[in-house]
């Protein structure tokens, strides 16, 4: 079982989905709010540094989604400018146990990084909004 750092969007079906997954493995969880977290450049770069840039945006992002903003059009530089003025931008969730970190929620990948136990779902990737009166405008903002 493993400590878990899970920054999420408060009230995200998507995120609730991955931490009950997570809890029924049996690991604990401390949830941050990604969207009021103190984000510096360097912590993002943590997370994110080791994906294309292309994979640090949140797809159901209403900016994204509008086209807006075009990840694949960006530059590291660019891209981690945008995601620390606007977090909704970020995928998520990010995830932390000890020094190792992982964004998003792939089950394989995070099968093969703390485990999922026996009942893990099929490989899939459990990211975005689960309820259907959101799917194609994304979760609705957290509240105040």
């Given at each position: 079982?493993?400590?878990?750092?899970?920054?999420?969007?408060?009230?995200?079906?998507g995120?609730?989905?991955?931490?009950?997954?997570?809890?029924?493995?049996?690991?604990?969880?401390?949830?941050r709010?990604?969207?009021?977290?103190?984000?510096?450049?360097?912590?993002?770069?943590?997370?994110?540094?080791?994906?294309?840039?292309?994979?640090?945006?949140?797809?159901?992002?209403?900016?994204?989604?509008?086209?807006?903003?075009?990840?694949?059009?960006?530059?590291?530089?660019?891209?981690?400018?945008?995601?620390?003025?606007?977090?909704?931008?970020?995928?998520?969730?990010?995830?932390?146990?000890?020094?190792?970190?992982l964004?998003?929620?792939?089950?394989?990948?995070?099968?093969?990084?703390?485990?999922?136990?026996?009942?893990?779902?099929?490989?899939?990737a459990?990211?975005?909004?689960?309820?259907?009166?959101?799917?194609?405008?994304?979760?609705?903002?957290?509240?105040?």
């Open positions: 079982m493993a400590h878990i750092v899970f920054y999420e969007k408060p009230g995200c079906g995120n609730a989905r991955q931490k009950a997954l997570l809890r029924g493995a049996r690991h604990t969880l401390e949830t709010d990604l969207l009021a977290w103190p984000w510096t450049a360097q912590a993002l770069l943590d997370f994110l540094a080791p994906l294309p840039v292309a994979q640090w945006f949140n797809r159901a992002a209403p900016s994204v989604k509008s086209g807006e903003v075009v990840p694949e059009q960006l530059d590291a530089e660019a891209a981690l400018a945008l995601l620390l003025a606007e977090p909704l931008l970020i995928r998520r969730p990010l995830m932390q146990s000890g020094d190792s970190r964004v998003g929620f792939d089950t394989q990948q995070v099968h093969d990084w703390v485990g999922l136990g026996p009942n893990a779902p099929a490989p899939a459990l990211e975005g909004c689960a309820a259907a009166p959101h799917a194609s405008g994304g979760c609705p903002a957290p509240s105040p």
